[in-house]
């Protein structure tokens, strides 16, 4: 609550009725003094503070569906000058799936030249002897 609404609630006596009970339930709202409520008051409360986060939750969508449009925007606007550019010096443009490719590539590789002695056996208990690894 700003201070505005408190200076004006406190100069008249007929909005001082509406105005304090709207600061109490604004108060309640901020879970100030609950343990006096009914029931019902809770239940109301309860209902507001869903409709309030439920308005919130949708302009926080609105925003990221225009942030998302405007970098969509932008995406291509930067890939229409990235293509001209490439005409402009008569390069042809690598595609993204290369980069993909590459990258599966070197984790096969690193994979295949990855083998790992351990002193893990196979097999009953009893018979296990301790491998030397060769020199």
Known sequence: MDSSSSSSSSSSSSSSSSSSS??????????????????????????????????????????????????KEK???????????????????????NEEGENDQQSTESNENSDVETELFIGPPEGRTKRVPPK
Request: charged share 25%; glycine share 6%.
């Open 22 to 71: 709207s600061s109490f339930f604004n108060s309640k709202l901020l879970g100030e003094g609950l343990g006096s409520c009914t029931f019902d008051e809770l239940l109301q409360i309860e209902q507001q503070l869903e409709k309030s986060a439920s308005t919130i939750r949708a302009r926080k969508m609105q925003v990221y569906r225009e942030q998302i449009e405007k970098l």
């Open 75 to 97: 995406e291509r606007a930067l890939a229409a000058e990235n293509a001209m550019l490439y005409e402009k010096h008569g390069l042809h443009p690598q595609q993204e799936s």
